[in-house]
Every structure is written in C-alpha cells, then in structure tokens.
C-alpha cells in the first residue's frame, strides 16, 4: 500500500510539474528603448498590474531594448522598428505581436484576442 500511495503521489507530482511547465513557456516580450513617451505610458498604466492579472500569470513579461536584440533563447519573426511592441512568445518563438501602445481601454481588448488566437489561455485557469 506504500508503495502505491508513493506512486500515486510522485505522479500527481509531476502532473502538476508539467501543468505549470506548459504555461511558463508562454512569455510577453515587451521591446522598448529609453525616452520612449509609449513605453513610459504602458509602464504607469499597465505594469503595475500586468503580473497579477491572469494574463500575466500565463505570460509572464520579460523586457528587452530595442537595441540589444532578443533575449537569449528568443528569436523575432521579424525585425521590431517600433516600441513598443509587444512580443507573444512560447518556447523562444514567436508566436504573434503587437506594435505600438495605444492606451488602457485598448491595450487588454487587443492582447485578449492576441492570446485567444494563438494560445491556450483561458481566464481564470491560473488561481
């Protein structure tokens, strides 16, 4: 009876080991460079809540300056022109972007969408 108790609970384990495995690979890049006015914007009004939204639970921010390139182990589609933009990435490539920042009331509409299309986010699946 150990010996299954042992099993059942290193497979439980690892099941939920993989679960969170699976939506860490999902990361939002944010490009951005000093004395951009946007990305000072985003920084007042989105950021200080981004990581406890459940958006930002399942993708967590990264950021990276526009001149420094992609982080490591992370490749653009394409070139980034603007900032900022805003880069759904999972497993180091890029699955989607959006360029610019245009506000609150149209940043969480847009980047629902964007994760809807092309991930397996699901509001409220990350309590």
């Not at 921010?61 to 653009?76: C, I, K, N, Q, S």
Request: charged letters at 20%; proline letters at 7%.
């Amino acid at each position: 009876m150990r010996t299954l108790n042992f099993l059942f609970a290193t497979l439980f384990s690892l099941v939920l080991t993989g679960t969170s495995a699976l939506a860490s690979d999902v990361r939002l890049i944010m490009v951005e460079q000093p004395g951009c006015a946007y990305c000072a914007a985003w920084n007042d009004q989105i950021a200080p809540a981004y990581p406890h939204t459940d958006e930002g639970k399942f993708a967590p921010l990264e950021r990276a300056d526009l001149h420094m390139g992609p982080p490591d182990g992370v490749t653009y589609a394409r070139r980034v022109n603007f900032t900022p933009t805003f880069i759904l990435v999972k497993d180091g490539q890029e699955l989607a972007r959006m360029e610019g920042y245009v506000g609150e009331d149209f940043f969480w509409p847009l980047y629902a969408r964007l994760l809807d299309e092309h991930t397996t986010f699901a509001p409220g699946s990350n309590d």
